[in-house]
């Protein structure tokens, strides 16, 4: 039994001594190995940091549209007799740039002018007669009242007679009959009188209508006589040209399209932009040559692609082609904070982080990023610390051991 207990201490102890060998034998030892795995540290670099703002710079098309642009149609329908523009003309405000066919127009203004004219005698002539009619009137109720009051005195002193025997009671009966037809009479031209008050006031009324009415007409019908005569509302250009001699024009149907200046630069940006939009840093940038914008008025809503339309015009007077396309350059403000490179920001298990060296060694710092644009980006939660890990070696870890070259 003992010398089996020997036999298996033999190969520990010789074990042992090749372990005492390689411990006493320099560089390729287990202790220098260790030692060296300790000793090791990523050799890091690291950028300053600073407090500010991070913007950016971005572009979008731009097309250069005229301020005002207006297509001119007939109001009424005609044969183009004459068009005294062609495209690229400039014209003046109240220039005739096409004149239609208007026989038709001038033979309704004639026409309505003597149905005015009709009108007006008819009320001038019903107004006379009426004036007449009231005069004759007026005369028959005076001489009923008269005659009223003559038959009631002659019926008071037959009366006064017939008491002293001087008159008959026959003529007493008869004073008295006199007296009622008098007073019919006077019923009857009183009655006349009212109506014809209430009468005079309604027909002239009718008439003064119809005068009116004549007057409407005659209004319309010179104004299709000017509607005729198509011409510039404003001083401009003449974009488009749309009506031919003897071509006929409906009413309703566009004529020629006038555009006059400053030049209106449009373009679109998502709403968000927009709202960081820094407007002093326009520019408009056509064939080569950029041109400061001032910003003129932002469309209140999107439109249908969910872009809102800005408009602005050249800072200074510029001859820019009206149509011609274009690129709109713009900064934005994006946010506030502590600006480091976006590559030294990384991804751990949801988190964000940025390296700090501290003491030799990598400490991670969880960050909220604000924002990020061209490699930059500003983020919150690194008040204090001056400088971070940048280039991140790639499997750097919290903990690890660095030293920062110069």
């Given at each position: ?141 005076k001489a009923a009242q008269d005659n009223v009051e003559l038959t009631r005195r002659k019926l008071d002193e037959v009366r006064a007679l017939l008491a002293i025997g001087g008159a008959s009671e026959i003529d007493v009966q008869n004073l008295e009959v006199a007296l009622q037809q008098a007073e019919a009479n006077l019923a009857a031209a009183d009655a ?61 149907a566009p004529v020629a399209r006038l555009i006059a200046g400053p030049q209106d630069v449009q373009f679109k940006l998502p709403p968000d932009e927009v709202a960081r939009l820094d407007p002093t840093s326009l520019k408009l940038y056509y064939l080569g040559t950029s041109y400061p914008l001032e910003l003129e008025r932002t469309s209140p809503v999107p ?104």
């Amino acid at each position: 039994m003992r010398s089996k207990w020997i036999l298996l201490a033999l190969p520990v102890l010789v074990l042992g001594l090749s372990s005492c060998k390689r411990l006493t034998g320099g560089e390729t030892t287990a202790t220098t190995q260790t030692e060296a795995a300790v000793s090791f540290a990523y050799k890091v670099r690291t950028v300053p940091l600073r407090e500010g703002t991070l913007t950016d710079v971005r572009t979008a098309p731009a097309r250069i549209e005229p301020a005002r642009d207006s297509r001119l149609a007939a109001a009424v329908g005609g044969r183009a007799t004459k068009v005294y523009v062609s495209e690229g003309d400039r014209v003046r405000q109240g220039q005739v740039l096409v004149q239609l066919d208007d026989k038709n127009y001038r033979t309704q203004l004639d026409n309505a002018r003597l149905n005015l004219e009709k009108a007006e005698l008819n009320l001038e002539a019903s107004k006379k007669r009426i004036a007449e009619q009231g005069t004759q009137l007026e005369a028959q109720l005076k001489a009923a009242q008269d005659n009223v009051e003559l038959t009631r005195r002659k019926l008071d002193e037959v009366r006064a007679l017939l008491a002293i025997g001087g008159a008959s009671e026959i003529d007493v009966q008869n004073l008295e009959v006199a007296l009622q037809q008098a007073e019919a009479n006077l019923a009857a031209a009183d009655a006349a009188y009212r109506r014809w008050l209430r009468s005079k006031d309604e027909d002239l009324k009718q008439l003064g209508l119809q005068v009116e009415q004549a007057r409407v007409a005659v209004r319309q019908a010179e104004q299709a006589v000017r509607d005729a005569r198509i011409t510039a509302p404003f001083d401009g250009e003449v974009a488009e040209r749309y009506a031919e001699v003897g071509a006929f024009v409906g009413p309703g149907a566009p004529v020629a399209r006038l555009i006059a200046g400053p030049q209106d630069v449009q373009f679109k940006l998502p709403p968000d932009e927009v709202a960081r939009l820094d407007p002093t840093s326009l520019k408009l940038y056509y064939l080569g040559t950029s041109y400061p914008l001032e910003l003129e008025r932002t469309s209140p809503v999107p439109a249908q692609d969910q872009l809102v339309r800005l408009t602005a015009r050249p800072a200074e007077t510029a001859d820019l082609p009206f149509g011609a396309s274009g690129t709109v350059e713009y900064k934005l403000t994006l946010g506030q904070g502590t600006l480091v490179p976006a590559a030294a920001v990384r991804t751990q298990e949801g988190r964000r982080l940025v390296y700090i060296p501290e003491d030799g060694r990598a400490v991670a710092y969880p960050v909220e990023v604000v924002a990020e644009a061209r490699g930059t980006a500003a983020v919150r939660g690194l008040e204090g610390v001056s400088e971070v890990i940048y280039p991140v070696p790639q499997d750097l870890s919290d903990g690890e051991a660095v030293e920062v070259l110069p």
